[in-house]
């Protein structure tokens, strides 16, 4: 497979696995997050900051889809991604440091996203090399 198909297909894959997370997050938080970890979103203010964060995580799933299929686009969508995870697994990291062990589900979310990151570092740098 070449790196250009590699990288397309990790694009898509990523994307493909943060919609359910950000619709899991923001679509109806006080249902979903509740069922999920037990979190009792009985605000306005939490619903509407999770809402927004279903909207990055839309908005960074739409731009790696473009990323994916204009190739101009890929390692600018590479570089976001490789931001992205890797900057949710620091706060994750900052989070079990400061506040303690998560649910189990967080746990993994923070494994993925530092694997799916570095991945995304090294397409970027074979994309690059490849110039």
């Not at 909207?55 to 490789?82: E, I």
């Not at 993925?112 to 995304?120: F, Y």
Request: aromatic share 10%; proline share 4%; hydrophobic share 60%.
């Amino acid at each position: 497979m070449s790196d250009n198909m590699k990288t397309r297909a990790f694009l898509i894959f990523c994307a493909g696995g943060l919609v359910p997370i950000a619709l899991g997050y923001g679509a109806v938080p006080s249902l979903t997050l509740d069922a999920l970890f037990g979190i009792q979103v009985d605000t306005t203010n939490l619903a509407h900051i999770m809402r927004a964060v279903m909207g990055l995580y839309l908005g960074m799933a739409a731009f790696w889809v473009y990323g994916a299929l204009k190739p101009s686009a890929a390692m600018p969508a590479l570089a976001a991604c490789a931001v992205f995870m890797l900057g949710l697994a620091a706060g994750r990291v900052l989070s079990v440091v400061v506040d303690g062990m998560p649910h189990w589900l967080l746990v993994v979310y923070a494994v993925l996203e530092i694997v799916l990151g570095v991945v995304a570092i090294k397409l970027y740098r074979s994309q690059q090399a490849a110039l």
